[in-house]
């Protein structure tokens, strides 16, 4: 596709249960990104990738989370033992390089 | 720690201006301003390299004052199109990885 895909757009999930959020980038782009954006603020950077490898994971917030892009294309964010405090909206950016961000639409994240 | 921005909200009549202020506690490599609708992906505006460089997209300007740490965006002569929310982002070490301050939230009306 032409832009940033990412699925599902919606994932409602109970307490303690295990999620998964795809993202597909721009083909091509090599920097891959997860944030994360609660209601009424400002994206949370959590990782972001060069290539297949983690150049910085340091946004993660605890050892829940745990994100792979085992080609270097398509990246799949995985969170453990969901908590409440875990909803948001998960976005997903891909670059070429230094420079603009393309944002995918999100994957809202609800936990029960 | 993610930079401060001001104000939270404004409100304007299409056609008047406005000024989005963000500010960092750190020495920044860049500074990068996205537009954010309801419910949409934000949106890149334009990115400001530390020199003080003034760049522009459609009427909407930005400069940065790496010194002082601070990046302005302005919204000349706002359109609807314009409504929004701002965000900017923080680059410390030009590795493309933004901090991403609070938001302003825009809105034009008629």
């Known amino acids: 596709g032409a832009g940033v895909s990412q699925t599902p757009s919606n994932k409602v999930t109970e307490k303690g249960k295990y999620v998964e959020l795809r993202c597909d980038p721009i083909s091509g782009h090599t920097a891959l990104y997860w944030y994360r954006q609660s209601l009424g603020q400002g994206p949370e950077f959590l990782i972001y990738f060069q290539g297949t490898g983690a150049a910085d994971d340091s946004g993660l917030p605890n050892d829940r989370f745990f994100a792979v892009r085992p080609e270097g294309s398509v990246s799949t964010l995985k969170i453990q033992r969901t908590e409440r405090g875990d909803s948001a909206v998960y976005l997903c950016?891909?670059?070429?390089?230094?420079?603009?961000?393309?944002f995918g639409e999100g994957s809202r994240l609800t936990v029960l | 720690q993610q930079p401060v921005q001001s104000p939270q909200a404004v409100i304007l009549r299409e056609g008047e201006d406005a000024v989005i202020n963000c500010s960092s506690s750190k020495a920044l490599y860049s500074v990068h301003w996205y537009r954010q609708k309801h419910g949409e992906a934000p949106v890149f505006l334009m990115i400001?390299?530390?020199?003080?460089e003034q760049k522009g997209h459609e009427k909407i300007s930005a400069s940065f004052n790496e010194k002082k740490q601070q990046s302005s965006l302005y919204l000349t002569a706002s359109q609807l199109s314009y409504s929004g929310t701002y965000f900017c982002g923080t680059d410390e070490a030009a590795g493309n990885k933004l901090t991403f301050g609070g938001g302003t939230r825009v809105l034009v009306k008629p």
């Open positions: 400001l390299l530390k020199g003080g």
């Open positions: 950016a891909s670059s070429s390089g230094f420079g603009e961000l393309f």
